[in-house]
């Protein structure tokens, strides 16, 4: 038997350690949400259980306790493929001086991220309450503290993150570089000036994505929440299959996850709906 790229398809190996490590560096969904990690034949949808909040009482010496029932929902999340698909002609492959399974590994990876990147963030939408300045808006601090100030007054205490789109980040930037008490009083203002990003504010840590769904008025869903909010579920990791076509003079590449998301704790985060038009 000849050697053909369909007998040493492992050539082609380069291609998914480069998808991998770009999706899961890329991904911005697996920083900020609960990661679930869901095992081979368990099915298509996941029952993640999720408890009632349950008080403490005062105790009195020599008194019984009074017994506490504490009860549980259950969330679904539903897996589904993701994938890319290439045709790799062998002329291309010949050709290149680059390795070209390596190179659409990394692009195949990073469009993997942002599909799983994008579906977390469709989920804002269903977070418990608003907090933004509603359409047409401008993005503040304001609306960040307010967020904060409503999720501790729901006793979460955080980490928080807020997602939000570059548009409505250019106006979150805007107002923390004019000189009023808070910037005068932080070196914060100064920073964006210089680097052009909001690392942290009022203990929040600020994501500008793309990726966000900006609607006909150009205004999107943005939110703050702490990753108990939202769930990440995946089936193992990346895998890829190599196929000979001979009639093309080409192999096809097909690049694929089983990922799904969804909203675990929906009072664990706040939407932030503002403008999103520079």
């Known amino acids: 038997m000849s050697n053909t790229t369909s007998v040493n398809s492992e050539l082609f190996n380069n291609l998914i350690v480069e998808a991998q490590m ?11 949400s609960t990661i679930l990690d869901v095992p081979t034949g368990a099915g298509t949808t996941v029952q993640v259980p999720v408890w009632d909040a349950v008080s403490a009482d005062t105790l009195v010496e020599g008194t019984p306790a009074t017994k506490k029932t504490t ?11 993701i994938g890319v698909y290439h045709q790799v002609t062998d002329f291309l492959r010949d050709s290149a001086f680059s390795n070209v399974a390596a190179q659409l590994g990394e692009a195949s990876g990073r ?13 804002f939408s269903g977070l418990t309450g608003e907090a933004g300045p509603g359409a047409a808006g401008e993005l503040t601090v304001e609306h960040i503290m307010k967020a ?15 997602v939000v789109t570059p548009a409505q980040a250019y106006n979150l930037k805007k107002s923390l ?15 964006i ?7 942290n504010i009022a203990g929040v840590t600020i994501i500008e994505s793309p990726l966000l769904a900006v609607d006909g ?6 939110a703050v929440f702490t990753p108990a909010a939202l769930g990440h579920g995946m089936r193992g990791t990346l895998t890829y299959e190599a196929t ?6 080409a192999t096809d590449l097909m690049v694929t996850a089983v990922a799904g998301q969804t909203l675990i704790r929906p009072a664990f985060g706040i939407k932030l709906t503002a403008d999103s038009a520079v």
Do not use: H, W
């Open 22 to 32: 770009a999706a899961f560096e890329q991904s911005v969904a697996r920083q900020i």
């Open 71 to 81: 009860g549980t929902e259950a969330v679904t999340l539903t897996l589904g493929e």
């Open 111 to 123: 469009a993997i991220a942002e599909k799983m990147d994008s579906n977390l963030f469709g989920l």
């Open 148 to 162: 904060v100030a409503t999720l501790r007054g729901r006793k979460i205490t955080g980490p928080f993150y807020a």
């Open 177 to 191: 570089t004019a000189t009023t008490a808070y910037t005068a009083n932080t070196n914060l203002g100064n920073s």
């Open 193 to 199: 000036l210089s680097n052009y990003f909001v690392a």
């Open 217 to 222: 008025n150009d205004d999107a869903v943005g």
């Open 244 to 249: 000979r076509q001979a009639q093309n003079r």
